[in-house]
């Protein structure tokens, strides 16, 4: 990455500098491609996956020279804003799937809003996510892959938080397109992918201009952080067969939150969750208080997700899942680089909370 | 940008990590803002401008809370392809200002378009280059603002050759937005700008999701790519003091074109140009052909521009100055880091042009 920083060439330009610049770009498209089982040919790179998902969402597509249009979207309620908000379909072209309890997206509501669907208006076209990025929980992507295939839909999974976490695979035909984020694989910010299983159905530019992507996205390309995304795309693959251990450590986290504060909730708790993730709520504890005590503490913990420019509000993933008190919540990551000593000082942390809640609970 | 690229925060996170990320985000708001006269908080940062020139060209705006509708869209014959191609209008909606043999936007022609422009309709865009990017031909920006502003236009101006080659100042009124790129004033690519005059008027967003860039455009920041693109732009603000030097410098490449190769012509050499740039044909000589010639002999030229996938062909740009025959021309770049030894190589490649120019006369 840092050798790509210092690239001077573009890679579109056909002298030897760019030349160079394009073979780093093309090599980063293989490792990329091969993360979710895909074939670099039909990767296109993006600024980030909220752009992924702009460019993804729209009504307006081109198969071929022909164009195709899509009359709905489907998303989930508790899908990441970038995907909820639903790009550039009008609000009432927006159908809303609901979530159960346990986090796991309604496949019985799904089912009726598909059969429900007017073909003779245009496709219907699903986005949602394969992972939740506040709990964690693992959607069964393969099952409403099957069943939106049943239905003549198109399905694109919001996969930033499931790469690297879960076996993503194109190929097995499940999915049509995997929205795809670096930072979330360890890589830097400022890259993102639209992985596609096949090339000739695609969105109509969202960044038109110059021929870049094969016309899909125009603009000089982020080499760098493209580079390390490639770099990033290589390792997460490496790791994903060690991502037990990671299983192991978030468990740890996990019991000593119960052991200190047995009242915690920890949610998502009784379905399928990706190792790094773990997102608890403190009853009678609002999520920005304990955030402050965390971060007092040299712990660095989220309330909620941090894509809303520093607001912490309630979580719309928890009130999808019904949870209207407790609606405050605080993520844990972790991940291989976590250690024994990030754990010991979590602890210290959850200890001092616990010791105020108990002095609260006396002075009441 | 090294210290950024290892910085965990993500700037909309209130823990410890994140404030730190939010500092370096505003210190480049602060310096990007800088460099054209503007204020930091009417700084949008994008993924490029390729991005930016597709968020700012929608007939869709906003002001305060009210919709705000442009009819048509007025683009010059000379601008990029991305924004010659419109955004977000239709084609119907897009009209084309011509340009003169010497480069120059057709004034006359820009006037009798507005004096033509149906009010009824919508109000009147345009979005013109400041400095083209083949030629170099500097426009009169200052003119072409107060020519707008007298017909009710809004006047967008991509700055991007422009901003460390010439002063630009959006507080002197006659520019509502600028375009920036960061890697064409030396920074990293895969940031870019809009910086407006105020921030009242706004176009629709075209990347939603996330509330980041006070909802102009959603998506994790890319901190490390801004960092750089800030300490380019405080940079290049200092170097416009000694543009006097490259322009020096670029008139011995000229003059060692036309001693090596007199019948070669030298694109805008009549107008005002950026420091910065040569762009020359050399007749009955394809582009393509030098192109390989210099890059065999170590020197990078561009053959038009580099934005279109590797494509070498006819320049729009001298298609658009009436130049059927010479529209196949190379670009040299020079820059504050050009060097002696840099000139005598572009010399001595000149040479063997030359000589093989007058092997193939003899030849024929």
Chains 1, 2 share one sequence.
């Not at 598909?114 to 939740?132: K, M, Q, S, T, Y």
């Not at 490639?230 to 990671?246: C, H, Q, S, T």
Request: glycine fraction near 10%; aromatic fraction near 4%; hydrophobic fraction near 45%.
């Amino acid at each position: 990455m840092l050798d790509a920083l210092s690239m001077p060439g573009n890679p579109s330009s056909v002298h030897a500098e760019g030349r160079e610049a394009r073979r780093v770009l093309e090599e980063a498209r293989k490792h990329v491609s091969r993360l979710v089982g895909g074939r670099a040919e039909h990767v296109v790179f993006t600024s980030g996956a909220t752009e992924a998902a702009a460019m993804l969402l729209t009504p307006h597509w081109t198969m071929g020279r022909a164009a195709l249009e899509f009359s709905t979207l489907y998303v989930s309620a508790a899908d990441h804003p970038c995907v909820l908000k639903g790009g550039r379909f009008s609000r009432n072209k927006i159908n809303i799937i609901p979530v159960q309890s346990d986090g796991l997206i309604d496949l019985g509501a799904l089912k009726a809003l598909l059969a429900a669907h007017d073909r003779d208006a245009g496709l219907p076209l699903i986005a949602v996510h394969a992972v939740n990025n506040e709990t964690g929980v693992i959607q069964p992507i393969e099952e409403i892959g099957r069943l939106a295939k049943s239905h003549g839909a198109t399905t694109i999974f919001d996969a930033v938080q499931a790469a690297g976490r879960i076996p993503l695979d194109i190929s097995a035909g499940y999915a049509d397109y995997f929205i795809l984020s670096s930072h979330k694989i360890g890589g830097p910010k400022g890259a993102g992918a639209v992985v596609g299983n096949a090339d000739l159905m695609m969105p109509r530019a969202l960044i038109g201009g110059g021929g870049q992507e094969k016309g899909h996205r125009a603009g000089t390309e982020n080499l760098a952080a493209i580079a390390g995304f490639g770099a990033a795309a290589a390792e997460a693959l490496k790791n994903l067969e060690r991502v037990d251990l990671v299983a192991k450590l978030r468990d740890r986290f996990e019991t000593a939150i119960l052991k200190q504060i047995p009242d915690a909730v920890i949610h998502g708790l009784g379905v399928n969750r990706v190792a790094n993730t773990c997102f608890f709520s403190i009853p009678a504890m609002k999520a920005e208080t304990a955030q402050i005590a965390f971060d007092l503490g040299g712990v660095a913990l989220s309330a909620g997700s941090a894509c809303s420019s520093g607001r912490v509000g309630p979580s719309h993933v928890l009130e999808a899942m019904g949870l209207g008190n407790e609606a405050s919540a605080l993520r844990v990551s972790i991940g291989h680089d976590t250690t024994e000593a990030d754990l010991a000082l979590f602890e210290s942390v959850l200890v001092n909370i616990a010791r105020r809640r108990k002095g609260s609970a006396k002075a009441a």
